[in-house]
Every structure is written in structure tokens, then in C-alpha cells.
């Protein structure tokens, strides 16, 4: 089983909402990403969580706030946030180098957000 | 940090020809260079990676080349079909000892004529 699962699909937010995304794994895969990607743009790294703590936040402003609650989730709350936060927000996971070879990194299905 | 630069922006070939797409990284720590295709609507698909103690992988009609000295790696797909027209990333991703997101090119989309 290589599948990553995210929800929601899809989801239209105002710009003073609260809501979240979430992510969950059970491939045992101890490092878990947060990806934006623009249209016709490449994926850009948000955070990287790593034994289930926070090990790279790519200057992400503080309206996205990651949380990793186990191993095998991962979750991203979103608050205040702008229009042109709309976007695809993908979640990944791979295996850690210490995990025999964790270089393949394996994409969820991705989160369409809208902002009103 | 790392920086992948990725040519072409698009790419246009005949049905049953070959495409090439090419990609150079700057950072020689780099040991990992996978690639990603992207249909519209969905998430970037793994479909080759190289590591950097192996010269060239090949899958079928997908093959990836990768050259440490130059800092360069590239995707063939030979016998090109309609359902290879999708947007190629190339990626690569660092030895940091903990766990290094990728850095992605900047994409290409492939079109494949009929």
C-alpha cells in the first residue's frame, strides 16, 4: 500500500474561517510533507515533519499552522487566510535515510483550496 | 539551497518519436533525482528516480540519465504515445541526515502531436 490520503478534496474558505486539512499514512513512513502548488506551477515545500517534529518550515507565514498529532497523521489548520492562499496543497511521506533508503517520496492526491 | 533548472517549458513531438528533457541541479550534495508527471487535475505521479551512484536507470520506454560532474540529468521517452502529454517535473533532494523536502524544477509540459 503506497497511498497517501488526504481531506478534504476540495475547499472554499472565507477569509475569516478556521478549518483544516488533514493527511494520514500507514506505510510506517516516519516523514511527512506539506506541499502548495500554484496553477501551472511546481510544487513549493511548506514543512517538513520528521519523527513527528517539526524539522523545516520554509518561512511559511503563521496563517498555516502544521501539526503532526502521530506517525501517521499529519495535519495543516488553516486560519486568516488570503485569496491568493488558493491553491492545491499536497501532502507527501517518505521513509527516513535511517528507514533502509528513505529517498521516495509519495504524494497524497491534494487538497483544492478556494479563498472568498 | 538547492536550485534545479529544467528546459524546456514545452515541449512539442510527434506521435511515436523520442522527447528529451533535461535538468541541472547546483548543489553537489544532491543524491537523489526523481521525476514527477503531472496530469491536469492530479498529483505529480512518480514515474523513473536515479541515485547519484548510478549513471543511467531505464523503465520500458522511460529512461533517466544523470552526470555528477556536470551536475545534469535528463528524461528519454522513446515511442511517444497521446498519454504521455502531461506536465514532467524533475526534482532533486539533498543529504541532509534529517528529512530533505524536493526542490522541483520548474516543469515541462510535454505535447504529444498525433
Known amino acids: 500500500d503506497t497511498e497517501v490520503t488526504q481531506t478534504p478534496k476540495h475547499l472554499v474558505m472565507g477569509m475569516t474561517n478556521k478549518k483544516s486539512l488533514k493527511c494520514e499514512q500507514h506505510?510506517?513512513?516516519?516523514?511527512m510533507y506539506w506541499y502548495k502548488q500554484k496553477a501551472k506551477k511546481p510544487p513549493e515545500l511548506m514543512f517538513v515533519?520528521?519523527?513527528?517534529?517539526?524539522?523545516i518550515n520554509e518561512s511559511v507565514p503563521s496563517r498555516f499552522s502544521p501539526e503532526c498529532p502521530n506517525s501517521s497523521l499529519l495535519n495543516l489548520h488553516l486560519h486568516a487566510l488570503q485569496p491568493e492562499d488558493s491553491a492545491l496543497y499536497l501532502c507527501?511521506?517518505?521513509?527516513?535515510?535511517?528507514?533502509?533508503?528513505?529517498?521516495?517520496?509519495?504524494f497524497g492526491e491534494g487538497s483544492w483550496l478556494t479563498v472568498v | 539551497g538547492e536550485n534545479v533548472e529544467q528546459h524546456p517549458s514545452t515541449l512539442s513531438v510527434q506521435e511515436g518519436d523520442s522527447a528529451v528533457i533535461k535538468c541541472t541541479y547546483s548543489d553537489s550534495a544532491s543524491n537523489y533525482f526523481p521525476w514527477y508527471k503531472q496530469e491536469l487535475g492530479k498529483r505529480p505521479q512518480l514515474i523513473i528516480d536515479?541515485?547519484?551512484?548510478?549513471g543511467e536507470k531505464k523503465d520500458q520506454r522511460i529512461a533517466v540519465t544523470l552526470n555528477k560532474t556536470a551536475k545534469h540529468f535528463s528524461l528519454h521517452i522513446t515511442e511517444t504515445q497521446p498519454e504521455d502529454s502531461a506536465v514532467y517535473f524533475c526534482a532533486a533532494r539533498g543529504t541532509g541526515g534529517g528529512a530533505d523536502g524536493l526542490t522541483f524544477g520548474k516543469g515541462t509540459h510535454l505535447i504529444i502531436q498525433p
Open positions: 506505510m510506517g513512513h516516519r516523514a
Open positions: 536515479i541515485r547519484s551512484n548510478v
Open positions: 515533519y520528521s519523527y513527528e517534529k517539526l524539522s
Open positions: 507527501a511521506s517518505s521513509l527516513l535515510p535511517g528507514q533502509h533508503s528513505g529517498n521516495t517520496i509519495y
